[in-house]
C-alpha cells in the first residue's frame, strides 16, 4: 500500500514497575484494513492499544494520525479524532442499564434522555448488527457474553473510523464469532480500519489482512495474512514451536460419584435465566463437559455448585453428603476448586498482590502461631511449583491482581485453584484469554486431574476443547440441559445445532 | 387529637423538610459521584451564619441568603481541592471541614446571638387568611429541586455521565469523561445547597442565630441519602418524615406531656436510626459501587 496510513505509532515505549510493556514498538494501520495483534499472555497488546486509546500516556513515541504528528492525551481525545477501543476486562457499568451504558458512548447525544426513544434506538441498532440484546436491562445481570456484546454495540455506535478491539472473540459464541468477522468485513469494505487482539490464530488468518505479533514488549514481525501459517505465527509469538498436546486416554474407569445435582431449580434474576431441573452427576476420574452459549444457566449452574445462590427445589449432593445448603466456604474447604468466568470480579481482590491472592483461600494451610502471622514463604513455594507444574513462567509476586494482563490474571487464579488440594474442579471457561501455549497447559492440567481420580466440570463454548478432554457432554439451553453426548459417537455440527436450539440428539 | 392538630402538624412538617432538602438533595448528587462528605453540618452552619449577620447588616435577607450560600460552596471548595485533587481521605476531609465550619460560625456569629434579622417573606399556600402553610419562597424551591435533581440524574446526558463517575471512575474515563472535573462540579453544588440549607433555616425558618443551631441537621442529610437510595425524589419522603418528627416533638413540648425533653429532643434522631435500620438492608447496586473510594487515574492502578 503507497497511501500513508490513518494511524502509526512509532517508537512506543511504555514501562510499568518491574516491566517494560512496550518497548519501541511499531505500529500502523490503513484506511480499509483489518490488523490482527499477536502475542502471548503479557507480551504488552492491551498495552499497546491503550495507548492508542490515549488510556495510557507512552514514555516516549509518537502518533501520527493521516501522517501528521498527534499526541492523543486523552479517551476522549481519542474519540475526538475518531479512535474506539473495547477493553479486554469491560468498562461497563454494571449499575446502569444496557441502554445507559451504550448512551455514555454515544457522541451525539441529546441533552435530555427519552428512556423509551434510547431504547429503541438501541434495540434498532443490535438488531441492525445481529446482536440480540434487551436495552433496559441493568448490566450485572448479563452474562460475559452479552456484555461483550453491548461493548462491540458501543463502538460500533460511536462511529469511530478506527476501531480496536481487545480479544473480541474470548467470551463469544462460535456463531457470534462469524457475526462479529462479518461486521469486520463489511467494515472494512466501507473504508473503516480495524484493529483486534486474538490469541486464536485461525481468527488472525481468516479475518485480518495483516497480522503484527509482539513479544515481551517488541515487535516480533508483522506481515501480511497471506504469507502467514499458523507455524510461522506460533515461532514468532514464543520463539519456539508448541509441544505436542496429550490427549485423553480413551477408557473410563470412573469411580464413585462426587457430585450429584438432583432436579436443580433455581429463581430468575431478572433476565438471568432460572436453572429448571438440572440433573448432572461427576464421578472421580471423570471430565464432564458442559456445552452452550453463554448465558444459558451456566453461571447459575457454577454459582449453584459453588453455594452462592441456593437452588428454590432439588438436591446437591457433593462427596455423598447433602450439601444443598452449604455455604461457598463450606463447599471450597471440603474440596471444590472453582474458576469463575469473570476472574477480576469473582476470584481475587483486585488490589492484592499475586502472593497474597494466591493464600487467600486456604488462609488456614499457610497461617502461622494460629493464624497470628503467615508463613508467606510457603505460599510463595505453593506459588512457585503451581506454575511450573502448569509449565507457565512465573508472575511478579508483588504485583497487584489489578494490573496483570489479562490472561495472566486467569492465569494466576488457575494456578492458585489447581494447588489446592481438591477433589472436584469446576472451571468456567477456564482457557479464555490465554495463549495458545498457556491453553495446551491447561488442558493437560485438567487431564492430569482427571487420571489422578479427581473429578473436573468443564464448562466451555469451545467445542473442539471440550471434545478433546470430555467423557460426556451435557448441553445446556435456557437453563437445561437439553442433550448428553459422548464425544466419540457425535459431531462437533450436531452439538453446536443443540446449543442453539435446532435438531435435538 | 383533632384535624386542626394534624393540618399543623403537616404544615410545620414541610417546613421543617425543606432546609433538610437542600443539603439531602446535594449530597445525593454528591455521592452520586462517589464523594461521602461529612462536612455538610459545618457547610450548613456557614451558610446559616452568614446569611443571617448578612441580612442584619444589609436588611435585605435574598441578598443574604445567596451569600451564605456562596459561602457554602467556597468552604466547599476546600473540600473539593483536597479529595480530588490530593487524593485526601474524604472521611478525615469531610470531618475537618465541620469542625471548620463549626468553629468559624460561631466565631462570625458571636455578635447577633439573640439579634433580630429580616426574615424572607411567606407566601400563603392556601390563601391571606389561613395561618399554615405560609411558606418563604426557597421552601417551594426546596420540592421543585428535588423533582429537577432527580430529572438531572435521570433524564439527562450530564446525569448519566455524573452516576457513571460514582459507579466507576476508570471506566468513566475510558468513555471519555473527565471523573476530576465532575468531581468538582458536583462539590460546587454540595457546597451551595448545603450553605442554602443552612441559610434558609437561620432566615426561614427558626430565624435567629445561635451556635450549632443546625443540631445536627448535616448528619441527618447524610442518613437520607441512605434512606433514600441515592434517589432526590425518596428524599422528600425522607426529609418530610425527618421534619415531621422535629415539629411532633415541638407540639407534644409545648403540651408539657410528661416526658422528659430531653427525650423528646432525642425523639428525631431516634426515628432516623430506626428508619435507617428497617430501610438500610440495601437493594444490590443502589449505592454508587466508588462510594469513598480515592481515585487515583488510570496509570498508577498497578502501583
Ligand atoms: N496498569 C498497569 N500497572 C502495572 N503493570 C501493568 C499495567 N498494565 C499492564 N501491566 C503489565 O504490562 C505487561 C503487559 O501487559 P498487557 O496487558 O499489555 O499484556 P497483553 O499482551 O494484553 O496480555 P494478555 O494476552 O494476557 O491480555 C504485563 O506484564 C502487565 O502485568
Ligand atoms: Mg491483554
Redesign the pocket.
Known sequence: MDKSPVLRAEGITKR??G?V?NNRVNFDVHAGEIHALL??????????VKILYGF?QPDSGTISLDGRPTPIRSPREARGHGIGLVF?GFTLIPALTVAENVALFLSKLDWYISPKKLAAQIQEASRRYGLELEPKTPVWQLSVGQQQRVELLKLLLTRARVLIF??PSKVLAPHEVDTLFGIFRDLRNDGYSLVF?T?KLREALTCADRITV?RQ?QVAGSLNAQDASEEKLVELMFGEPLKEVATRERGSKFGKPILELVDICTRAVGTTPALRQVSLTVHEGEIVGVAGVSGNGQRELGDVILGLIKPTTGKKIFLSQEATAWPPARMIGQGVAFVPEDPLAMAVVPWFSVLENVALLSPKRFSLYGGLGMAWDKARAVARAGFERLGLNPLPER?RA???????LQRLVLVRELSRDYKLVVGLYPTR?L?VRSANAVRQAFLQARAAGKGVLLISEDLSELFALSDRIVVMLRGQIVGEVRPDQTSLTEVGRMMVGVGHG | MNGDWFLSWISGAILYAAPLLYPTVGEVLGQRTGMVNLGLEGLMLLGASTSFALSVRLGNPWVAVFLGAGVGLLANLIYAFLVVKRNASQLATGLALMFFGLGVSALLGKPYVGQMAAALPKYPLLGPRSLLFRYDLLVYVAFLLAALAWVFLFRTRWGLQLRAVGENPAHAYAAGISPARVRLAAACVVGFLAGLGGAQLALGVTQTWSEGMTAGRGFIAIALVIFSRWNPLRAIVGAILFGGAVVLQLQLQARGIGISPFFLDMFPYVLTLFVLLLWGRGVRHTAPASLGRVYFG??E???
Open positions: 510499568f514497575p516491566v510493556a502475542g502471548e499472555n503479557g507480551a504488552g497488546k492491551s498495552t499497546l495510557y479486554q481487545d480479544e487482539i490469541h509482539l514488549g504485583a489489578a494490573s496483570l494482563s489479562g490472561g495472566n484469554g495463549d | 488510570t496509570e492502578r498497578g502501583g
